[in-house]
């Protein structure tokens, strides 16, 4: 279906592919795996004709293949879904949909074909069993019903490859799960597809063979049938990881550090109370809608909170602005990287001592001691590993995912915070950069920080927390400590229905 020959590609000189060859057979999933900042997103750019290689070539079907635009890999049956999705979430579904290519009523008339445009929709919604109307406007969609839009835009282009790049990253369990079965479905129909993820489990489930790539080279394809996990991590990382999270070891909680007493506020959360202590790490489990994410928006003063009280450090911050909270030593990593954690134009530098400035300014105009803020971020910088390829003025969205993520962590952890609010701190992070980011965790607690996470990934609560709370429908339905850690009590506890509970 696809190959690539010697593919090869520079960013200001610094080789990000280095000779690339591979093939996809037709019919084939390939899963495609890898560091965070390996070159995986970069080569799916180089087919979807949004960049250009600098060497090597491509054949589609037999024939050469050189998209200038992603426009001619479209017309050539190549769609690619992005890793940030790229909807207008102001135009409807159907508009969606046709955006690259509206049906006209005839060829030389410019007058849009509604009818057609909007069966063809219902078509193609049927197809990726998505049960909305065509009007609905995007915005109205969750993150997997979005996720579906672009599949059935892929599906109304007649693509003959389709290109996931980590498709499952804000999908529910049952969204992924439509979704599996929506590609099984595509592949049975004989479409190609390649599959970006970091969840290897699913790349092993779902794809018939595995292409691994470190720093840019091909290290490995192989039938996924011969491979297991360990294999696969050990040629993206170069090393075996033997422990993935570091043990919670003589870590000791010290006085309350955050404090919230029957915070209720009608549709998002009721009657939340728990304390978290100094050098504790405390786990919200739960599926997504539960009002996770709600409630930490409420703890750091995004959204309103009609009753109850919260306290930091035991004063009562109830009504203060975000920006006082900071003051206040409070942190809270969004879940949503790209539209609240990152100014994406501005440089890595700049994203990174976003909130600490103030501490680096001195006297009455308070003017920027550029050189100690400079220090500090090259200190930061290797704290969270992030890649060294990168200069500290190069904007934050040249970035891969990954990376840039470490940067909205790095940015919190500049200013040093007594208590940190962590929503999916790990999305989107290759498997070795999770078990840095979970060492950083673990020490920041055992220095005295208190963590509250949210996660999706009960393994990754299981093997760090201290305590799990879990919710379901804006109440804590159950809480546990370490020893008490159970997937399966978790899960009944996210799941329940209020009859059964
Ligand atoms: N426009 C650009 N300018 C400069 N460097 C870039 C640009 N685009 C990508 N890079 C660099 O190329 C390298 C590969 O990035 P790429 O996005 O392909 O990684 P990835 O394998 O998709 O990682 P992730 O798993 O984090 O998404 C990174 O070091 C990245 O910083
Ligand atoms: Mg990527």
Redesign the pocket.
Known sequence: MIGFRNITKR??G?P??RDVSFAVPPGHTVGLV????????????ILGGN?QPDAGSMLLDGRPYAPRTPRDAARSGVAFIH?ELNLFPNLSIAENVFVAGFPRRARWLPLLDRRRIHDRTRELLAQVELSRPPETPVEHLSAGERQLVEIAKALALDARLILL??PTTSLTDVEKALLFGIMARLRSRGLSMIY?S?SLGHVLRLCDSVAV?RD?TLVAHQSAAALDTDRIVSWMVGREIRQLYPGRGDRTTGAVALEARGLSQSGTVSDISFELRRGEILGIAGLMGSGRSELARILFGLDPCAAGEIRLDGEPIHGLPPRERIRRGLAFLTEDRRAEGLCLEASIADNLSLVSWPRFATGPLGLLRRRDAGAAVTGMREAVRL?T??RDT??V?????????KVVLGKWLLNRPGVLLLDEPTR???VGAKQEVYRLIADLARQGTAILMISSELEELTGLCDRILVMRRGRIRDAMAAQEFDRERILRAALHDETAA
């Not at 890898?34 to 750019?45: D, F, H, I, Q, Y």
């Open positions: 960013f200001f610094v990000v592919l890898g560091e965070n900042g390996a070159g995986k997103s970069t080569l799916m750019n960049l890793q790049d980590e970006i970091h790539m840019g890649t390829s990168a190069q904007p969205k040249t970035l891969s995912g990954g990376n840039q993520q989107g992070i290759d």
